[in-house]
């Protein structure tokens, strides 16, 4: 197995790992929050550090695969980059879905446009993936000498 599918393939692994870690803090934001002092949740920072640890090098991993195998094509590597786009899409389809449960002490500027715009960043992962699908490899080149 060549590098670019190893690559292809941590790059489904980090999408799944930011999409559990979407859905979990979502879906801790529905209850309500407890008075303590010891513990404070703001939600704008947590999802600042998923992006930074999920998503971005995901996106990178899943550009570098792409940019190794554009030249030959590669079946296996477009379906994966398609399975990260769309895991992504999918994910973030449900956890927009839970934004009307979160309790409002959560509340902030980033939660209403973040799924919205992480959608829009994987729709051209998936078309990366497709045109990889459309490549047609190369006929080698015939030696006279």
Same mark, same amino acid.
């Given at each position: %197995? @060549? *590098?670019?599918?190893?690559?292809? &393939? ?6 799944? /790992?930011?999409?559990?870690?979407? #859905?979990?803090? =979502?879906?801790? /934001?529905?209850?309500? +929050? ?5 513990? *404070?949740?703001? +939600?704008?920072? $947590? ?5 930074? #640890?999920?998503?971005?090098? &995901? ?5 570098? &695969? ?8 590669? $079946?296996?590597?477009?379906? %994966? #980059?398609?399975?990260?786009?769309? *895991? ?15 309790? +409002? @002490? ?9 799924? +919205?715009?992480? /959608? ?6 998936? *078309? &990366?993936?497709?045109?990889?699908? $459309? #490549? $047609? ?6 030696? =006279?000498?």
């Amino acid at each position: %197995m @060549a *590098i670019e599918r190893y690559v292809a &393939a941590v790059s489904i692994g980090l999408y799944i /790992m930011f999409v559990g870690e979407i #859905i979990t803090l =979502y879906n801790f /934001m529905q209850d309500t +929050p407890e008075q303590t002092t010891s513990f *404070i949740l703001d +939600p704008d920072p $947590k999802i600042f550090q998923f992006i930074s #640890i999920g998503v971005a090098p &995901a996106t990178v991993m899943a550009g570098v &695969a792409f940019m190794l195998t554009k030249r030959y094509g590669s $079946k296996a590597n477009g379906y %994966m #980059i398609i399975a990260g786009g769309a *895991i992504l899409l999918g994910g973030m389809a449900f956890a927009h879905s839970m934004i009307s449960g979160i309790n +409002p @002490a959560y509340e902030s500027k980033v939660i209403p446009i973040f799924t +919205p715009l992480v /959608m829009a960043v994987s729709i051209p992962i998936i *078309i &990366a993936g497709t045109r990889l699908l $459309k #490549i $047609k490899k190369r006929k080698s080149k015939k030696d =006279y000498f």
